[in-house]
């Protein structure tokens, strides 16, 4: 029985959701009676291959060769599959990111295991691994379990407190021939500078209430003294107030921050299907009828065009005097 970590970089780094994905596959190890390997893809300083070692990691596998620089699920997967099968794992972890969702499936259908998506409780592998994963969007939670002796897992992103488990690592190259790659990423461009939506704690979000798109500088202001990510609603994406790489909901980005700001938005299902699971919602939002405000922990009835500015005012007081 052996458990193994996808340990996915981005240019070159391990961001919170690796971590997260870590301390859980390292909790999972520890049920099952085993060490915690990982695999990691790509180029890696060795330093930082080294610093999954405070997160319970005893060995680490790297891949990497030229055309695996970027993501390229198809050869990723059939990398992280080779080491599976190589350590023996019974259990693949990674992180359910946009790479960790591509990756997963596949290692799942090479491997004949069981796919887990979006758990958000630890696998039992005494109870037919069973475990609760996120469901309908994001909307409900649902009970898992399988008679397969694999499963190959995503955590879901914030879903999973991160933990230190200091344990010493070693690095070793693992063999492998990525062969007639498909796909080749020939350049990779950054759609914003900004904090990135799926990671970021807090985020500020706008709807149709807004207006229109020159009045989100106060939008902007707040999430910059917040320090959180900007997002916005469908149709704020579709009529071009926002770029659709803000969308969030059933059709854009699912997130679950620990603060979700929702300013001027309805909550129609279909963008609640992307934030529910977020751990703080505020709404401010001038009809209390609004339909977010069924889910939101603190709400605030009132025209935005007011509230918001005295948000930032008070933010900025408390700033001053932190
Ligand atoms: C198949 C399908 C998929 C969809 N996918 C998504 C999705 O992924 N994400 C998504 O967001 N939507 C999605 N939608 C659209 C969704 O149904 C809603 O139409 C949309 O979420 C509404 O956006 P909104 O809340 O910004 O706008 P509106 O519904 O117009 O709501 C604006 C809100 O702002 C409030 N408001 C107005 N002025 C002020 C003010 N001055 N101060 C304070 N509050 C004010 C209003 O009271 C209202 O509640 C989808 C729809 C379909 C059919």
Known sequence: MSVLLFAENSQGTFKKAVYEAATYAYDLAQKMGSELTAVSVGQVSDEELKSLGQYGVSKVYTVSSSELDSFVNSAYASAVSAVAQQVGAKAVVMAQTYNGRATAPRVAVKLGAAPVSGAVS??????NF????????GKGVEE???EKDVVVVTVKTNGYKVEENTTDTSVEAFDFSAGDISTVVKEIVKA????SLTEAEVVVSAGRGMKGPENWGMIEELAGLLGAATASSKPVADM???PHHEHVGQTGIQISPNLYIAVGISGAIQHLAGV???KNIVVINKDPEAPF???ADYGIVGDLFDVVPQIIEAVKAVKATA
């Open 276 to 278: 529910s699971s977020s």
């Open 192 to 195: 914003s500078e900004g904090i």
């Open 144 to 146: 898992f379990n399988t």
């Open 130 to 137: 069973s475990a609760v994963r996120m469901a309908y969007s």
């Open 293 to 295: 405000f069924k889910i």
């Open 122 to 127: 630890l696998l039992d592998p005494s109870n």
């Open 240 to 242: 071009d107030w926002r």
